[in-house]
């Protein structure tokens, strides 16, 4: 979320949106900080079940096999490092071993929360369906 951008002229609609940004930084500089103090911490502790799935996906569909061979699936370590992929992290090797970025966190975020709001509308959804469809079965 760029604040630039928003173009907002009431100082109340500029406070709400500073509120939310100042609690998404909270939360991509908790996991951060988790993923670098305690790298083998469970990803359920503080990524939901759809989060996970699209954390999944995610490296099925755009990560070779080298990217990821230190990490194992499923720990928070596993999670940022895609993370920061999405925002354009290019891997250890090519930053001189550097973790990533703040700003590249900060971009690999905010693609990764549209792509989790899409698929928990996809959840929502196909529970809705099968609630639905237990009726007329």
């Given at each position: 979320?760029?604040?630039?951008?928003?173009?907002?002229?009431?100082?109340?609609?500029?406070?709400?949106?500073?509120?939310?940004m100042?609690v998404?930084?909270s939360?991509?500089?908790?996991?951060?900080?988790?993923?670098?103090?305690?790298?083998?911490?469970?990803a359920?502790?503080?990524?939901?079940?759809?989060?996970i799935?699209?954390?999944?996906?995610?490296e099925?569909?755009?990560?070779?096999?080298?990217?990821?061979?230190?990490?194992?699936?499923?720990?928070?370590?596993?999670?940022?490092l895609?993370?920061?992929?999405?925002?354009?992290?290019?891997?250890?090797?090519?930053?001189?071993?550097?973790?990533?970025?703040?700003?590249?966190?900060?971009?690999?975020?905010?693609?990764?929360?549209?792509?989790?709001?899409?698929?928990?509308?996809?959840?929502?959804?196909?529970?809705?369906?099968?609630?639905?469809?237990?009726?007329?079965?």
């Open positions: 979320m760029n604040s630039e951008e928003t173009q907002l002229m009431c100082y109340d609609a500029i406070t709400t949106l500073l509120s939310l100042v998404s930084t939360i991509l500089q908790r996991i951060a900080i988790l993923a670098r103090e305690n790298p083998e911490l469970d359920n502790a503080e990524f939901t079940e759809a989060e799935a699209v954390l999944e996906v995610i099925q569909e755009n990560f070779k096999p080298h990217m990821m061979k230190n990490t194992k699936h499923g720990i928070i370590a596993w999670a940022v895609l993370i920061a992929y999405l925002g354009g992290y290019v891997g250890a090797t090519a930053s001189r071993g550097r973790p990533p970025g703040a700003i590249v966190l900060a971009r690999g975020y905010q693609r990764f929360k549209e792509r989790s709001a899409m698929i928990q509308e996809v959840f929502i959804d196909r529970k809705r369906f099968d609630k639905l469809y237990s009726r007329f079965s």
